[in-house]
């Protein structure tokens, strides 16, 4: 509901929008590919030292973390906000990792019942690190009884029925619960307000980028020139997850170039160019997609305002898709703006696509630009 009032969508909707035109590949979304997240374990930072980049994030948990040591107690419960790919679910592991506790798994789609949450509490030890991915999805049931859980490290537990009914209280062990979502703008006050820490991620910027693609090659046994790094680390949205997947499309190009030669499997700048080139990906990181939707913004609304849901349907994508996939670094580049009306472009967004953006008529005759 929250999220529709947030997409402010002023566009009526209509039955008659055209079929989207254009297929979606998919290689730049920062979303995990099934089955990504079990092929990147290599990648995965272990530790605090390992995990790159969010300096100011990371010096102020390390303080958390001895502390909570220090004083043999759970760390506070912690809440991680960022758009996908950015490494949540790597810092929740890295946490268990530094506060030497066992690592717990889940995400809020796969609890269905009250019953999915308390097997999973009843059964940590003291001090385990609880994650829950995409916590906005907790369904309320759900979520009332996690109230109580991290509070008080209790459960309320209903048994029997009717007039019978009694409740129950069931101690659990003392445990961080580790949430992260990329829509805080959607998860209920009460929760938010039972996390002691939150953790907001940023794009990563270009240097931090290059270390990321540096470390991978690393651990993947592959040689990447240093301008070659630093043309696959501007090209990946400031997101550990695509650079990773883009490393290891450049990995295979490198190696079908070389095929049969004597030439080297290293990934040179050129081998960057021209992967960059046949997946479609531009000198911002942008794919097809991205492109799609600016285009489709400009060409079939003259630049906007259009409402998220209008857009989404006539780009072929899911309002939350846009919303938490694409959008973001549209914004952050500084091509796409969220305004009360909608969703509109901006002249970046014209130049960038090679388009002359347009004049608006001022009514004395002057045209100006935006
Ligand atoms: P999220 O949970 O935010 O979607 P993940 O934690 O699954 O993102 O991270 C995606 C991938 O990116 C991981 O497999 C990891 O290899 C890499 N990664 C994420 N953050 C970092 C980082 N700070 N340093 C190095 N690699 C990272």
Avoid at 7 to 32: H, M, V, W, Y
Avoid at 278 to 292: P, T
């Amino acid at each position: 509901m929250a999220r529709k009032a947030r997409s402010n969508d002023a566009s009526p909707k209509t039955e008659t929008l055209p079929e989207p035109d254009f297929p979606n590949t998919g290689i730049a979304r920062p979303e995990a590919i099934p089955g990504e997240d079990d092929r990147d374990q290599a990648l995965r930072p272990k530790r605090l030292s390992e995990f790159l980049g969010q300096q100011a994030m990371k010096d102020n948990l390390q303080v958390f973390i001895h502390a909570a040591k220090e004083r043999g107690e759970s760390l506070d419960h912690l809440f991680l906000i960022g758009p996908p790919g950015l490494g949540k679910t790597t810092l929740a592991k890295v946490v268990a990792n530094e506060l030497e506790t066992g690592f717990v798994q889940t995400s809020a789609p796969a609890l269905d019942k009250p019953k999915d949450l308390v097997g999973l509490l009843t059964n940590l030890k003291k001090g385990d690190v609880f994650f829950i991915d995409e916590i906005h999805r907790l369904k309320p049931a759900i979520e009332e009884l996690l109230y109580i859980a991290m509070e008080d490290y209790e459960l309320d537990w209903i048994v029997g029925q009717g007039p019978m009914a009694r409740t129950l209280r069931i101690p659990i062990q003392p445990f961080t619960l580790v949430g992260a979502t990329t829509k805080a703008g959607v998860v209920s006050s009460p929760l938010i307000s039972r996390f002691g820490i939150t953790c907001r991620f940023s794009f990563y910027v270009q240097e931090d980028m290059e270390a990321i693609v540096h470390r991978s090659a690393g651990l993947l046994g592959v040689k990447i020139k240093p301008d070659a790094a630093s043309l696959l680390a501007k090209s990946s949205r400031g997101t550990p997850r695509v650079v990773n997947r883009l490393l290891r499309r450049m990995r295979d190009f490198a190696q079908f170039a070389a095929t049969g030669s004597k030439a080297s499997t290293a990934i040179s700048l050129n081998v960057v160019r021209d992967g960059l080139d046949r997946l479609e990906i531009d000198s911002l990181g942008l794919e097809k997609q991205d492109r799609d939707i600016l285009r489709m913004i400009i060409e079939r609304y003259k630049g906007g305002p259009v409402g998220a849901e209008t857009l989404a349907i006539s780009v072929g994508e899911s309002v939350e898709t846009l919303e938490d996939y694409y959008e973001p670094f549209l914004i952050q580049v500084g091509l796409l703006q969220r305004t009360p009306r909608g969703r509109m472009v901006t002249s970046f967004a014209y130049g960038h696509l090679g388009l002359k953006p347009p004049t608006r008529d001022t009514g004395n005759g002057e045209g100006f630009l935006f």
